[in-house]
């Protein structure tokens, strides 16, 4: 079991940055699959980035491509979002999860997520 707590939301003007966190406690963190995902009042959760359990493979929604960049550093159990040139749309509460994984594809599928964070709210204004 792990427990994940998200750090680092706030507000933002369009065009601004911020860098996500996520701290893992518990199980061996370099076992699990990561993702970011998040939700906006009115819509569903949405896909934001994955990452395998070794940090080798990376996946983005199509709309954060070139902007987003996840990471993770197994050796202190930490999860990242960086988020660059934020816009309105991408306001929304931002969750990490994990998946006990060791296969080399990251896990898109909210679905497929066992452990979830409490969340962390990203504020973009125009």
């Known amino acids: 079991q792990v427990q994940l707590v998200e750090s680092g939301g706030g507000l933002v003007q369009a065009g601004g940055s911020l860098r996500l966190s996520c701290a893992a406690s518990?199980?061996?963190?370099?076992?699990?699959?990561m993702g970011w995902f998040s939700h906006n009042s009115g819509k569903e959760r949405e896909f934001v980035a994955a990452?395998?359990?070794?940090?080798?493979?990376?996946s983005y929604a199509d709309s954060v491509k070139g902007r987003f960049t996840i990471s993770r550093d197994n050796a202190n159990n930490m999860l990242y979002l960086q988020m660059n040139s934020l816009a309105p749309e991408d306001t929304g509460v931002y969750y990490c999860?994990?998946?006990?994984?060791?296969?080399?594809?990251?896990?898109?599928?909210?679905?497929?997520?066992?452990?979830w964070g409490q969340g962390t709210q990203v504020t973009v204004s125009s």
């Open positions: 999860a994990a998946r006990y994984s060791i296969n080399y594809r990251p896990e898109m599928t909210g679905d497929r997520y066992l452990y």
């Open positions: 518990g199980d061996t963190f370099s076992s699990y699959a």
């Open positions: 990452i395998t359990w070794n940090g080798g493979t990376t």
